[in-house]
């Protein structure tokens, strides 16, 4: 069983991926995280030094190593599923869920979270919005490939173990 969680920045992929690891026993990876400790840099600093290009084809690799294990759940950047074929990737490799909240419960999110996120820092509520916006447009065409989209800011862990027929430990 591999899960992978997708969505914009903000949407609370690490958050719900963290929790249904609890519950499962599955491992969890968060991709932002497993690409720091590897380069020993935060993404605002690999961002900073080596450009989003760097970034991304460093996403791309770290993606397909954490998408080899097994029994895991795995939270990607918001960026992931739209570079390279990883949203093909993802699929191929197990379960997908596009977590599709709505622009202004996002943008709420990233103003208090703004500095960790290169791409979101600095912009004010309305700017966040347009960018959002904007972003999503792009975006989604990669995002609407997930196996299962919905918004849930209001599902029970429960919801999430009965559709991946997981048992709770
Ligand atoms: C990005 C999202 C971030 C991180 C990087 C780029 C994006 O992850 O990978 O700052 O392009 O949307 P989160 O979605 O976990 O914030």
């Known amino acids: 069983m591999r899960i992978f969680l997708i969505g914009f920045m903000g949407c609370g992929k690490s958050t719900l991926g963290r929790s249904l690891a609890a519950d499962t026993g599955l491992k969890f990876i968060d991709l932002d995280s497993y690409i720091e400790e590897q380069q020993g840099q935060t993404i605002p600093q690999i961002f900073a030094n080596l450009g989003e290009e760097a970034f991304r084809k460093m996403e791309h690799d770290a993606l397909r190593e954490a998408g080899n294990s097994e029994g895991v ?3 990607t ?7 390279f074929d990883n949203m093909d990737y993802m699929n191929q490799q197990g379960e997908t869920l596009y977590m599709q909240l709505p622009i202004e419960v996002l943008a709420d999110r990233l103003i208090n979270a703004r500095v960790e996120r290169p791409l979101a820092k600095g912009k004010t509520r309305d700017e966040l919005i347009d960018f959002i916006t904007k972003t999503l447009d792009k975006r989604d065409e990669f995002y609407l490939k997930a196996k ?21 430990v």
């Open 148 to 168: 299962w989209i919905t918004n849930p800011a209001d599902m029970p862990n429960e919801a999430f173990l009965t559709h991946w027929g997981l048992k709770a």
């Open 73 to 75: 759940i795995i939270s």
């Open 77 to 83: 950047g918001g960026g992931a599923p739209c570079f």
